[in-house]
């Protein structure tokens, strides 16, 4: 039994699932929704890993 729950980076709601997740600087962040994710990714723009293709 795992009680592991994410929360959100954003928004701190928990997240259900996989969630959305962002590689940064600082580690891997876990979003409840794309938008979070998206809103995160432009305020933290600096910190973003680059996707790797
Ligand atoms: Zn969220």
């Known amino acids: 039994m795992s009680d592991t729950?994410?929360?959100c980076e954003l928004?701190?709601?928990p997240?259900?699932?996989?969630g959305f997740k962002l590689k940064t600087k600082d580690g891997?962040?876990?979003f409840c929704c794309e938008g979070c994710k998206s809103i995160y990714r432009m305020l933290h723009e600096d910190q973003i890993l680059p996707k790797s293709k």
Do not use: A, S
Not at 15 to 18: F, G, M, N, R, S
């Open 5 to 7: 729950k994410k929360i």
């Open 15 to 18: 997240v259900e699932t996989q």
């Open 11 to 13: 928004c701190k709601l």
């Open 28 to 30: 891997e962040k876990v």
